[in-house]
């Protein structure tokens, strides 16, 4: 195992989990959580720049982020680094290899960040007796059809700004969901990382962000951002 990564001694329940509404089906009876307490085997905790899991590998278990932050990225022929997601906290992992069994992607931690393992084929021979368990796995995965397709449709017909302006209102929507503040919350990922994503030069992402600022809608520094004007950034996504 890599050095980066490190176990955690602590077992908390999913019962007990401030992140169960986020990622577990909240209709589960005490009995039927408990079922699924035994199948989350560990809880493991990686340092920044680890990989939670590489391209190619056995595909094995989803994973459950408890805290922190990751992103996925595919590697060109030629070096490049493509990210194809941002995962926080409340959200599951490793779904692109269930077709395959192999994943298609890496894993890599944005910051120390601790996720609970969850073994596919336990978890599949649960959801055939839980039909709630099994719901919410087909919702989980109808969210990331929904996701695909909203990619798609910001990097094939909107400019620059859109892309950025979607992008940010995004993680407001994700950050509000959990509790935290939906106007001031720290970018975990890279300038360059976030145009790689949407598709822009890191070059675009700086002006476009400066731009953002100037005009009143945001504050900026370094990570830390502040929405001053979250309609005026709804407003540049709106149908023309």
Known sequence: MQQSVYSSPLKTACSACNLRELCLPIELSGSEMTRLDALVTRKTAYRRG?????????????YAIRSGFFKTQVLHEDGREQVTGFQMAGEIIGMDAISSDIHTCDAVALEDSEVCEIPFARLEELSREIPALQRHLHRILSREIVRDQGIMLLLGSMH???????????????????GYSPTAFQLRMTRQEIGSYLGLKLETVSRT?????????????NKSLQFLDIAGLQALIKPH
Request: proline content about 0%; overall charge positive; some cysteine.
């Open 50 to 62: 680890a990989n939670l899991y590489r391209c190619g590998e056995k595909f094995h278990s989803l």
């Open 209 to 221: 962000l400066s731009q953002f600022q100037l005009r009143g809608l945001i504050r900026i520094q």
């Open 160 to 178: 620059a700004e859109e892309r950025l302006a979607a992008f940010l209102l995004n993680l407001s929507q994700r950050f509000a969901a959990r």
